[in-house]
């Protein structure tokens, strides 16, 4: 304890010198600030009236506005847990992968891939879902320059549960069913992602949007890490570099097994030409060229491309290579309550051209979604929450902020599909067509939509936790004196200020009759400071500065501010009713009087609610979640695997003992079935 102390008063006194040190170094810019102000200086122009402002009224929280939706879509592309907290994916972007990007694809026989065929972006999930088999081989590709793909965002590899992959569905089928077959599907969920793959290749062919060594080549889906459907591997775009066989010998046979006789070999190693090196003196080693037939397709009926179960329990990585698969995706989990962390960072989305089934011009599906949610969480006409009884808040709370995950296009009407599959048609055009930097050719605007929406987040999600968590504090000022609660109550003037800092200027020493007026969001002040904070981010992005944004930039810009403003409209209301309070009851010498004097129990409790439910609509729930513990060194924290009810995840370890190996091996194991056999 007393040691504990020690370091506690050190770090506090290291506090207090840097603190110092600032203070120190502010005084001296205002000093020489001073004796430069002999200098020729230019004049800003500052104070503007109201009426030269056009000034945007704040509005109420609608909880069925698809805007927070939108900049979530837009935020979290190609992040593993933003898209696996919410895995119905309802956004499509193109991209563009950076050239010399090693691609990987395994495989249980010997054959060169047939078109279409899927990589994965880490060797780890291609073995994952191809290895230990009697016939292992891995490929590995690199792009051999930048190449365009298209993007589906949610957890579009899973072929598992609702939802997953309706986005796709429906661009190439206008539902999300497909076409109906004579007796039902033939082929399963295997045969069905085949399918789609094919129709998908073939809608980008027919459309002209893209062919071999041209155009969208791939389209990049994400299950546990990020996959690539390869259209055409006649493709100049994309060059082999190395074809091993990675089959192991078996583990001993266990005494139960002993009557299977394993007449497997390790594999056949010709399945390369090994005189066909094109042999380059720069390179390391020689290249080789595939010189045998392609695949024959895959057919889940066939028992001959059935796996050998018992050779299966004596392969010796047959656990661990779903471990090491596990461990890759956490490379890119991106924005979790760890940090934010690193996307997929090898492709590049051309945000310009973001397109997604939550625009406010699809009307069906968005009155469809708006219907059922002012039902299910006791939403009014115009999206107003109606609030809940205090015993069940916190759970309808919780619903309010989940309320994406369990959106689905399963209401899509056809009308809708075809405007979407329209303009995804004419967004690919102009991206393949176009400025190759760019989604929209020369009408883009310059925006990284996706880095301003992060940089929005970043601002504002914990700050947003630190005002709750200092609101609620409030409680622990009951029953002291007026000089704890004026301590709290600084505090919280300290933290709104901050966030006033760069919108709102006060009143000055001129207005002081009309100073408590001018402290609230309707007077001109709190309007024009509405004004600045909602548009602070995109002022420039309008007509009056020759900025000409396309559709899909204006559809962002929109969702943007929306959102941005939602949060002002809570900042200001709160930060100008703090200093509103402040001026009227704290701004004078110090009087001894108790809580219940001051009669801000409803003011402190209304701010309370504002920030709760502002953080429910924003619906930024997944940015708090991660492990609350440590891992250790040989743990990892799941955020891959994600329950409807998650608060905080867990650290899962490798063992290799099989009993020690659940939960997460059952989890994969499922998950590896569901994206291929």
Known sequence: ???????????????????SIAMRLKWLLIICHFALSECKQEVIQTHFNAD??????????????????????????????PNTFSPNGHSLVPCTIRPFTSLYHARVDKFAPSSPEWLAFDAELAYGVMGSSRDSHLMTYQTTRKVQCLYFDGMSAVLAGNGRVDSQMALVFGNVTGPQQPGGPAKGILGDDLMRAQRMCDWILTRKLGGPGWGIEGIVRMAAGFELIWCNFSSPSLR???????????????????????????????????????????????????????APVYDPADPTQA????????????????????????????????????????????????????????????????????????????????????????????ELSRRRRRHTLVELSSADASLMTEAAEV?????????????????????????????????YTDSLNELNHILVNWQATIGKDEMSFRNWFDVARDHVHSQLLPYFEYPTDDEKDSRMKQLNTSSSRGRIAYSRCRLSWTRLLSSDQRIKLNNNERLLKWAVEETVGAVCSVILKIGLGV???????????????????????????????????????LAWTGDHITCKKRCRWDEKCNQIFCEDDISEADCYRFYPSLAALRPWRARFAALRSSIKP
């Open 427 to 459: 967004t690919l055009r102009k991206f393949v067509q176009g400025d190759r930097e760019t989604a929209a050719g020369q009408s883009c605007s310059g925006m990284d939509w996706m880095l301003l929406a992060n940089t929005i987040s970043q601002k």
């Open 579 to 617: 200093e509103r309070e402040w001026e009227h009851r704290f701004n004078q010498p110090v009087v001894s009087k108790s809580l219940e004097e001051f009669d801000l129990l409803e003011t402190i409790k209304n701010w309370i609610r504002k920030t709760e439910e502002l953080t429910a609509w």
């Open 52 to 81: 030269e402002f056009s000034l945007i009224p704040i509005s109420h929280l609608d909880f069925t506005s698809s805007a927070p939706h939108i900049f979530a879509g837009v935020r979290d592309l190609f992040q593993q847990w």
């Open 1 to 19: 304890p007393e040691a504990e102390r020690f370091h506690t008063f050190d770090r506090n006194l290291l506090g207090f010198h840097f603190i």
């Open 240 to 294: 082999l570099i190395s074809y091993l066989n990675v089959t192991v010998l078996l583990n001993a046979e266990p005494l139960d097994h002993r009557r299977y006789k394993d007449k497997a070999a390790l594999g056949n190693r010709n399945a390369v030409d090994e005189q066909a090196h094109q042999l380059d003196p720069e390179s390391k080693f020689p290249l080789p060229t595939l010189t045998q037939s392609q």
């Open 307 to 398: 796996p050998d179960v018992p050779t299966i329990s004596r392969e010796p990585f047959q656990w661990s290579e779903i471990w090491q698969w596990f461990v890759s995706a956490t490379w890119h989990y991106g924005r979790s309550g760890a940090g934010p962390g690193r996307g997929e960072d090898r492709i590049k989305p051309a945000t310009c051209g973001f397109l997604t089934y939550y625009a406010p011009t699809l009307e069906d599906l968005r009155s469809s979604f708006a219907e059922r949610e002012r039902s299910a969480l006791n939403l009014t006409q115009d999206g107003r929450w109606k609030g809940s009884s205090l015993s069940n808040r916190d759970s309808a709370l919780q």
